[in-house]
């Protein structure tokens, strides 16, 4: 038996962001259309070629995307909302920037979301009744015949169609999206079937909604695709993010030809799975963590590998999914010391993994994988990693130190006598654009070309036109714009012992956002303050509130690589307690409104519910002993990012922040729904702003989004704000749109004067 190994998908963006910044030459018109397309050509090219060099057998195609591979899925069955069509109704890859970004202020971009439960964000495929679907988007063939003609052994990608539709929302009148699979089966018929002209050995269907629990008549929807894709052409069902055992009983008859599982993520009785599935189905195992930066102790994996292959003779090995959560060469760092770089492992170092994997296994060879392993077991001894003063404050804590002295019911009170603030107050999420000038200081500060006291000169002048702009504009609290700040994790990180960070280490967000997570190497202490110079600086220039800047200990743990070696529990509480000291300092310097925020609360929840209580119990919990410890006086907020509120709204109760801000200006406040059928306590500021897109709300549009709010949320309790920070936007665009903002509160509350009146 030889076992031949595969990724499940490849970075895209290219090694230096080729890819972003492509894409935003040719959004702002710098760049042709030709040129674009032949940056794509290229990177598929290189990263093909990488792989093949790396030890990979079958190489993946259909993994790039120009935004993401959802939104691909929707060009190629013809998905097209009628908003975005354009006077011929062509679709092209304009048309597809304008579903992923919009095209006018009154035209808006789809919704966004996180891909299960990772930082990669998809286009939300919008479904219509009665709308035609048809094969419109060749790029799977295209770029198949690409790497045939470059010799390789190719593996198609395709996301499955039903988790295709578990993705999407139905728009307009209500129907049940699942009718659209008789549109959507005879396209995946006629891909499948250029696919097998081309003499693949297999497509990669994936169908990661099949970790879920799902409801009957989705499980139903499988056997009824895949018994109609039968026959064409050889499928491996492919899974990640968790386990799909305890959908075996269904799994196990559907009509395909292999499986692959996320040993990684997903716990597994290997023995008792493949005793469950057919002996002629191809058993790919994902071994390589496709999410995290850590070596892989391929001794283990051999072990396990060894032992199974007695009971299941088809095997494959391959990462636990796609490699596109993970930076692309860890070669490239070149300021990572010797001990730390030999515990990762990046992109071409996961495809090594499985090229030494699979050697060893076919050669029954251990040589090679014990010593790509040591590291790993090394690490375990490091002075680097545990530190007893961490561990004894941990001991030390009780449960009183996880709430606030008072409810909110109580806090409010004396946070209105204290502040206030105008019905409708008006805030914006924290940061302010990040101008080519400011990232320039920041480069040159740190490469030491200019002095702290020259580094601090120009800061505070960024941090004084941005509070004279906010309080021109009418803004009632506001912020310092963290000019300082490279990155909402990264920079708070970087002011944490236990954190190591790249050069190089971007991975894709969503689109052009790329990010570089910190590495969490060891425990995690906060040695002096981070935020106190520049809020305080700030507050000292205006008699309105500044609002202190923090990033939550959730969101740092997720945004972050984590350890391996303890819970993500512990990690979070490690966080919260230097976020605790954070918060105290900003309040004894009269900074008494302090910003949380959690935008991957919703991330961080299991894919299954039954999982949901445990992490959602400490989660709250190291959000509340973050901000335990201030006033009834001091005002604590939080912001959240895109996500299905209604999923956690009980939770987002209990974090019992003063205010959250939400995202919401994409969904046309759809998402307070939930907020209303809870009867949330608190106060909320649904984003009226949406700042992922170019286009610039009206005052008109902004009305109509707060009156809509007004249905949702009592007007004592509204807040009015972006729908998140500002920093990738420029100064011309931010403006014009915080000014409309301004104008349609300030409309909206003289109308309620004058109602008062009458």
């Not at 999407?168 to 008789?182: A, Q």
């Not at 190591?500 to 689109?511: E, I, K, P």
């Not at 790329?514 to 425990?523: A, L, S």
């Amino acid at each position: 038996m030889t076992i031949l190994n595969h990724t499940l998908g490849f970075p895209r963006i290219g090694l230096n962001r080729e890819l972003k910044k492509a894409q935003e030459k040719y959004w702002s018109g710098e760049l042709a259309l030709e040129d674009l397309l032949s940056v794509g050509c290229e990177l598929r090219k290189q990263h093909w070629q990488k792989q093949k060099e790396s030890g990979i057998d079958y190489i993946p195609v259909g993994d790039f995307a120009w935004y993401d591979h959802v939104l691909t899925t929707s060009m190629m069955l013809g998905n097209i909302p009628e908003r975005h069509n354009n006077i011929i109704n062509t679709i092209d890859l304009d048309c597809l920037f304008r579903i992923a970004r919009g095209c006018s202020p009154d035209i808006s971009a789809s919704e966004m979301t996180k891909w299960f439960n990772t930082n990669y964000h998809y286009i939300v495929p919008e479904f219509y009744k009665n709308k035609v679907l048809k094969f419109s988007w060749k790029q799977i063939l295209d770029e198949v015949d690409e790497a045939l003609l470059l010799g390789h052994k190719v593996k198609p990608i395709l996301l499955g169609p039903v988790t295709y539709l578990w993705l999407g929302k139905v728009k307009g009148e209500n129907f049940d999206r699942l009718d659209l699979l008789k549109d959507i089966i005879p396209i995946y018929k006629y891909v499948l079937t250029e696919l097998s002209k081309r003499g693949v050995d297999f497509v990669q269907i994936d169908e990661p909604a099949l970790v879920l629990e799902l409801p009957k008549k989705w499980k139903d929807a499988y056997f009824y695709v895949y018994k109609e894709l039968f026959g064409i052409t050889k499928l491996l069902l492919t899974t990640y993010f968790d386990s799909v055992e305890h959908n075996i009983e269904f799994i196990r008859d559907l009509p395909v030809q292999g499986i692959h599982i996320d040993l990684i993520f997903g716990k597994y009785n290997l023995k008792h799975f493949i005793s469950k599935i057919s002996p002629e189905w191809i058993l790919s195992l994902g071994v390589i963590n496709g999410r995290n930066i850590w070596r892989s102790d391929l001794l283990k994996w051999f072990k396990i590998i060894k032992s199974i292959s007695k009971n299941h003779t088809r095997i494959l090995i391959g990462s636990s999914c796609s490699l596109l959560h993970t930076p692309i060469d860890l070669e490239k760092e070149k300021n990572l010391d010797k001990e730390v770089k030999e515990w990762f492992s990046f992109s071409v170092q996961k495809c090594i993994e499985l090229g030494l994997l699979s050697n060893a296994l076919n050669n029954n060879d251990i040589d090679a994988i014990t010593k790509w392993s040591l590291p790993i077991h090394e690490r375990k001894f490091s002075k680097r990693v545990h530190k007893i003063e961490v561990e004894n404050r941990l001991s030390n804590l009780s449960i009183n130190t996880y709430k606030r002295l008072n409810s909110y019911n109580i806090r409010s009170i004396e946070q209105n006598k204290k502040f206030n603030l105008p019905i409708l107050p008006i805030t914006t999420i924290g940061s302010f654009p990040q101008t080519i000038d400011i990232r320039k200081l920041r480069r040159n500060f740190k490469l030491g070309s200019i002095t702290k006291e020259e580094y601090a000169k120009e800061i505070k002048i960024h941090i004084k036109k941005v509070i004279r702009i906010q309080e021109e504009l009418g803004i009632d609290v506001l912020v310092h714009g963290e000019a300082e700040r490279n990155d909402m994790v990264e920079y708070f990180s970087e002011h944490l012992d236990g954190f190591v960070f790249t050069d190089n280490g971007w991975v894709q967000s969503y689109g052009s956002r790329c990010v570089k997570p910190p590495i969490i190497i060891g425990d995690i202490s906060r040695p002096k303050p981070i935020t106190i110079e520049w809020s305080k600086y700030a507050q000292s220039l205006t008699e309105k509130p500044v609002k202190g800047m923090l990033t939550g200990p959730v969101t740092i743990l997720l945004w972050s690589f984590p350890r391996e070696d303890v819970s993500l529990k512990k990690i979070a509480t490690q966080i919260s307690l230097a976020l605790y000291d954070e918060v105290l300092d900003l309040e004894k310097q009269k900074i008494e409104i302090i910003q949380i925020d959690e935008p991957a609360l919703r991330e961080g929840l299991p894919l299954r519910k039954s999982s949901w209580h445990e992490y959602l119990s400490w989660s709250v919990d190291v959000f509340r002993l973050s901000s335990s410890g201030v006033k009834n006086t001091t005002q604590i907020h939080t912001h959240m990012c895109y996500c299905e509120f209604n999923d956690i709204i009980n939770a987002i109760a209990s974090l019992d922040a003063d205010v959250i801000t939400i995202e919401t200006a994409r969904s046309d406040m759809e998402l307070l729904e939930s907020f209303k059928k809870f009867s949330y306590p608190n106060e909320v500021g649904p984003g009226v702003y949406d700042i992922h897109s170019p286009n610039i709300p009206s005052a008109k549009l902004i009305t109509i989004l707060l009156n809509k709010a007004m249905k949702y949320i009592p007007i004592k309790r509204l807040w009015v704000n972006p729908d998140c920070g500002l920093k990738t936007r420029n100064w011309n665009e931010t403006i014009l749109a915080l000014k409309n903002m301004v104008e349609a509160t300030k409309k909206i509350r003289e109308k309620i004067k004058e109602s008062d009146l009458n």
